[in-house]
C-alpha cells in the first residue's frame, strides 16, 4: 500500500492533537477523597453551560435591538454576577476553566 | 488465555503466508457465513495492551486489507473463546455484512488543517468598525460596560466562526468529487481548524491525493496533515445496543465494538 504521512509542521500538529486528546478527563472522578471536588465540578460544569447559554441568547438579542436598555442592565448585571460567583467556586473547589467541560463520548464534548 | 480480534473481514480463506500479531503470535480466522474475524491468541498477566501493541494491531489490519475488505476493530477488544467471537459474529452478521458492502473497494484519508488563530483573530478585530460609544443601549454603568465587553467577544467569535466554515468550504470542495462518505470536525482547538475523514473510492486515490498535493503547493498559512490511505476506520456503522451484552465476554465494553 502506498501510504503517505505527510505534514509541513509536525511539532506543530503533535502540540494540537495532545491538546485534543487530554482536554478532558474520560469521567467524573469521585472517590472518597475527592467527592466533594468530583460533584462541585460536574454542578459548576452545568451551571456554566447554562450561564454560556444565557449570555449567548442575551448577545443575540443585543445584536437584534430586541432588549430594551433597562434589560440590558438588568441583564448584564446578573451575567456579571453570576461570573464572579463562578470565579470564587472554582477558587473554593481548586478548579480551572478547562476543568468545567465534560466529554460525551461519541456526542464530543458538553461545551 | 484470550482472543484478540483484529478486524472482520469478507473472506474466509486462510492466508498464504503466515501473519504474526500481538506477543508474534499467529493470526488465524473464524469463519462465519462468508466472513471471518481475524484473531490471535493473548496469554499475558492482567492483559494489559501498550502504545506498542496498537502498532501490531494496526500493521495485521492492514495487512488483512491487502486481502480483503476489513472492518476494523476497536484496540485491546477480547474474547473469551472461539464459541464467543461466533456468537458475536451471528448477532452482528447483517451490520457486517451491510458494512463489508459499503466499504468494499474504499479505503480512509485524514487531513487534518492548523490555521493561525490569533493572527486571524486579529485581521477579524481589524475588520470591525469602531464601536460607537452607547450602541445597542449599552450604558457606561459596570454592567453596561461588561456587556459591552462580553458583546464585542461576541462579535469577534462570530466572525471567526464565520471565516472558518468559510475557509474549510474551500478546502472540502477540493475533496469533495472524489469522496464517498466524510466526516468533519471543526475547531477542536483554537488552532485546529478542521479534522477530517474522507472515504474514497480504492481506484480514486490518486486523484484524491493530487488534490491535497496541488492545494498544499499553494501559498497561504494553513498548515497540513495528510495520511492514508488507511483501513476505514471512522466509517464503520453500528447500531447501539441498549440490552447489555453477553456476561461471560471479556472487556464487555469493547467486546463488539468496531471503531
Not at chain 1, 444565557?54 to 435591538?65: I, S
Request: proline share 5%; aromatic share 6%; hydrophobic share 40%.
Amino acid at each position: 500500500m502506498n501510504r503517505i504521512v505527510e505534514t509541513d509542521a509536525p511539532e506543530a500538529f503533535a502540540q494540537e492533537l495532545a491538546q485534543v486528546s487530554n482536554i478532558l478527563p474520560r469521567r467524573i472522578e469521585a472517590n472518597p477523597d475527592n467527592v466533594d471536588k468530583g460533584l462541585a465540578k460536574l454542578v459548576l460544569t452545568l451551571i456554566e453551560l447554562i450561564r454560556k447559554l444565557m449570555e449567548k441568547q442575551a448577545m443575540r438579542r443585543v445584536e437584534n435591538g430586541s432588549l430594551t436598555d433597562e434589560e440590558i442592565e438588568r441583564v448584564g448585571e446578573t451575567l456579571m454576577k453570576l461570573e464572579q460567583k463562578m470565579g470564587e467556586l472554582k477558587q473554593v473547589f481548586g478548579l480551572k476553566d478547562e476543568d468545567l467541560n465534560l466529554h460525551l463520548g461519541p456526542l464530543g464534548d458538553l461545551m | 488465555m484470550s482472543l484478540y480480534i483484529y478486524a472482520v473481514m469478507d473472506s474466509e480463506l486462510e492466508f498464504a503466508a503466515p501473519l504474526l500479531g500481538l506477543d508474534c503470535s499467529p493470526v488465524g480466522i473464524i469463519a462465519c457465513g462468508g466472513m471471518s474475524a481475524a484473531f490471535s491468541n493473548l496469554e499475558r498477566a492482567g492483559g494489559r495492551l501498550g502504545p506498542d501493541d496498537a502498532l501490531v494491531h494496526e500493521a495485521v489490519v492492514e495487512k488483512l486489507m491487502t486481502i480483503a475488505t476489513v472492518l476494523p476493530f476497536r484496540f485491546g477488544t477480547l474474547f473469551a473463546s472461539q464459541k464467543e467471537v461466533l456468537i458475536m459474529m451471528v448477532e452482528h452478521v447483517t451490520e457486517f455484512r451491510e458494512n463489508l458492502a459499503r466499504l468494499r473497494h474504499r479505503v480512509e484519508f485524514s487531513l487534518k488543517v492548523l490555521w493561525p488563530a490569533e493572527s486571524v483573530e486579529r485581521q477579524v478585530v481589524q475588520s470591525l468598525p469602531p464601536a460607537k460609544s452607547g450602541g445597542h443601549g449599552l450604558s457606561n454603568s459596570a454592567a453596561g460596560q461588561y456587556m459591552a465587553k462580553r458583546f464585542g467577544a461576541f462579535r469577534i467569535n462570530q466572525l471567526m466562526e464565520t471565516e472558518a466554515n468559510r475557509r474549510i468550504a474551500e478546502i472540502d470542495r477540493r475533496f469533495s468529487r472524489w469522496t464517498v462518505e466524510k466526516k468533519l470536525e471543526r475547531l477542536l482547538t483554537p488552532n485546529l481548524l478542521l479534522k477530517a475523514v474522507y472515504l474514497v473510492e480504492t481506484d480514486r486515490q490518486e486523484e484524491f491525493k493530487q488534490a491535497y498535493a496541488d492545494m498544499q503547493r499553494e501559498d497561504g498559512d494553513l498548515r497540513y496533515l495528510f495520511s492514508g490511505p488507511w483501513p476505514p476506520y471512522n466509517f464503520v456503522r453500528m447500531r447501539q445496543r441498549s440490552e447489555p451484552q453477553r456476561s461471560d465476554v471479556i472487556n464487555k465494553p469493547t467486546a463488539v465494538t468496531l471503531l
